[in-house]
């Protein structure tokens, strides 16, 4: 009989052929486990060249810092400084003055109010044009801060203002100055004393800068309010708070906030070439919370398996461990590492220009440093503990404050609720002793009056510099104005060297004599600089070209 197809007549046939379907059922399938594989080896190839080509294009072309650089500028800064050798020297005796007046805020009740008076008399014999020009309306508000009006020439031209504060936080020469903290002692060219670059360099600065432009016959064609808070360092409830109710009732609206806040970061961020004027945006929010565990009192001979220190003391533990989540680049530090990132050294650029793809990387790096842990997330430290009468005694209650401050991209209540979720203990008792979200991101674009108006006055000056809107860890006086204006910038030319921000509410805060100077002539140029009637069209210059 002929068969088309071989059928098996034995099981020894049969287990022949099942082993030959087999094989070639294996071969069969190596092949097209190889042409699968070659295949989505190319497509993975393909998907890494696309993405390597958008990576380096982004890197080469991201020119988010260029803004008005090449615009056609109204010309504005008529007025030279021009400042003698003479003046120089007054010019820092005005400073060290202020430096020498201990203006300290211990608390929200307890301030040396004599040496708030002193400063207004301060304020009174160097700025005498200040004080008697029919340009400049003064105003004492609140007791010890003060409100100053300067007319401009044309009523249509929004108003602007520029904030200082006069308080500081307490110093002790105990603790390891190396000149007493309130000597304005001048060692190796820089000025030393609590104040110095927080922020009396500001007050004196923008004084210092209105007398020599009134002096010299500067009449302003923009009006500008001076804002000088006393109580800034116990948060301005008394300061801030009262001049801007006395703007608000007057209707005043402003174009633009000017406060201090960041600074120029020279040699500071890992890996960017230059220094960076980082102009603050906007302000972390902040949170006190209170936990507390309560439990039967009794003596310390019969204890519970567990009283109120030791199931407060797990939940801050399970609060410590679990920090809340990384959000870096879903707030404006993104837009800060593509302003800065054509400044950065390879790889460092090409990461900085993709955040977009490195992010999740770049937040488990920055992560490791506490300062820049600050901008990956909403930070939480636990601040105190107390429980306890008696070394014999059971404690019936504990107590921990925890102080967070918040990401942009997290709201307080999420803080709060991921906060209780992390504890998982209802014996924990949670409150919110006081807190605020994170404050409104100002303006940043071509459009932007106020920051393009500072970030021209500083490439004017430091030309060496790259400008770059980030955010400010801390919180400033202008937040209680935030009904006044959409753009609120925190920044003053202060230049901060490796080691330098420490100083700031630390030991050895100082101040060098050349960088007074150019926060002087800062000031003097951005109050011409503001005369400006509209921004100019961007690029201008480079179609000219
Ligand atoms: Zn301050």
């Known amino acids: 009989m002929q068969h088309s197809t071989f059928v098996p007549e034995s099981p020894i046939e049969c287990a022949a052929l099942h082993a030959f379907v087999y094989r070639k059922m294996l071969v069969h399938n190596k092949w097209r486990i190889i042409r699968l594989l070659t295949l989505v080896g190319l497509s993975l190839l393909l998907v890494l060249l696309i993405l390597f080509i958008v990576v380096m294009s982004r890197t080469f072309t991201l020119k988010e810092n260029l803004g008005l650089q090449f615009a056609q500028w109204e010309n504005t800064t008529i007025i030279s400084a021009d400042i003698s050798k003479q003046q120089r020297e007054v010019l820092l005796a005005n400073f060290k003055a202020a430096i020498r007046i201990p203006s300290v805020s211990f608390s929200q009740t307890h301030q040396n109010t004599s040496a708030l008076r002193e400063f207004d008399q301060l304020l009174r014999r160097v700025f005498p044009n200040v004080f008697s020009s029919s340009l400049v309306k003064h105003e004492v508000v609140g ?58 360099q500001c007050v004196m600065g923008i004084l210092q800068a209105v007398e020599y432009l009134l002096e010299r016959g500067y009449v302003p064609r923009r009006g500008f309010y001076i804002g000088l808070g006393h109580d800034e360092e116990v948060y301005g409830y008394n300061g801030a708070v009262n001049i801007a109710k006395v703007l608000k009732s007057g209707g005043v609206k402003l174009q633009y906030i000017l406060d201090e806040g960041l600074a120029v970061m020279d040699g500071i961020i890992t890996g960017l070439n230059g220094p960076a004027a980082l102009i603050g945006v906007s302000e972390k929010g ?41 959000l870096f680049g879903y707030g404006p530090e993104q837009s800060t590492f593509e302003h800065l990132a054509h400044k950065f050294q390879f790889p460092l650029r090409f990461m900085m220009s993709n955040l977009w793809l490195f992010n ?18 909403t930070t939480t430290a636990v601040t ?94 202008s937040r209680h104005y935030m009904d006044l204006t959409q753009d609120i910038y925190r920044f003053n030319p202060t230049w901060l060297r490796p080691g330098e921000p420490e100083r700031i509410h630390g030991i050895n805060e100082r101040m060098s004599v050349q960088n007074y100077e150019e926060i002087v002539l800062f000031y ?19 179609h000219e070209l």
């Open 143 to 200: 007791n010890y801060s003060h409100l100053f009006t300067v007319l401009g020439t044309d009523p249509e031209l929004v108003p602007y203002m520029l904030l200082a504060h006069i308080d500081v936080v307490p110093a002790n020469e105990v603790d390891g100055w190396e000149a007493p903290p309130f000597s304005a002692k001048e060692l190796n060219g820089f000025i030393y004393g609590r104040g110095t670059i927080d922020n009396k």
């Open 286 to 326: 902040q949170a006190t919370v209170k936990l507390s565990a309560s439990t039967r009192l009794g003596h310390s001979s019969m204890p519970p398996k567990e009283n109120s220190i030791g199931i407060l003391a797990a939940a801050i533990t399970r609060l410590e461990e679990s920090p809340m989540p990384r």
């Open 360 to 377: 999740p990387l770049l937040s488990r790096v920055m992560e490791r440093r506490p300062d820049m842990n600050a901008f990956v997330r």
């Open 384 to 477: 105190m503990f107390n429980s306890g009468v008696k070394v014999n005694v059971l404690p019936s209650h504990a107590e921990a404050f925890v102080n967070l401050r918040i990401h942009p991209a997290q709201t307080l209540q999420e803080v709060l609720d991921l906060i209780k979720s992390t504890i998982s203990d209802n014996r924990v008792k949670l409150e919110l002793v006081d807190g605020f979200d994170s404050l409104p991101i100002s303006s940043y674009d071509e459009q932007s009056f106020g920051y393009q108006i500072i970030k021209k006055t500083l490439l004017d000056m430091f030309p060496q510099v790259t400008v770059a809107p980030s955010i400010c860890i801390g919180n400033t006086d």
């Open 524 to 542: 003097f140029q951005l109050i011409q600089e503001s005369d400006i009637r509209i921004l100019p069209p961007s690029h201008t210059g480079q």
